[in-house]
């Protein structure tokens, strides 16, 4: 088990933008996580935060399973299968400009062998915003090595102090 992650970019959004891009992502680690604190300025109700690799934004190439809660509703979803919507989506998203100002969603997204060139990648997320929470599980049908990831919001831009953060993880020895 490795004992730290190992920092590979980090930025917080100055200004409200559509996306940001990661790129020149080392081929050294075994596994990646992607750590954000994110919000939009969608008017009409929260977004979904999305994924797209090696700038690979066809939406069939991605599909997501999730199982979520919403306390404040007294809602529970589970097992909803996307595919074909939004490209790389994260679910259960992020806060939207009808929220308080300063609230943000929350999400943690790990990328398993990233870096491998044999089998399609699969992406792990745990995610929480007010009076949501859940976890999904995606898949990027596609064996490349990742070595760029695009960030963005499905409905809107992403809006300034929005923070993300990308780790490598190292097998253990």
Known sequence: ????????????????????????????????????SARSDR???????????????????????????????????????????YYGPIFPGITSAL??????????????NYSNTTTNKTYLNRGSYLTDLGASVGLWNNTAAISSIVISAAFGNLVSGSTFSLYGIRAGA
């Open 43 to 85: 008017n009409s109700a929260n977004d979904i935060l999305r994924l797209g690799f090696n700038n690979d934004t066809n939406a069939s190439n991605y599909s997501l399973t999730f199982l979520a809660s919403n306390s404040g509703a007294g809602t529970a979803y589970s097992s909803r299968y996307i595919r074909g919507d």
């Open 1 to 36: 088990m490795p004992a730290t992650f190992e920092p590979i970019a980090s930025t917080t959004l100055g200004a409200n933008t559509a996306s940001i891009t990661l790129t020149s992502i080392p081929q050294t680690f075994t596994d990646l996580v992607l750590i954000a």
């Open 99 to 112: 929220n308080t100002a300063d609230s943000f969603g929350l999400v943690s997204v790990s990328i398993n």
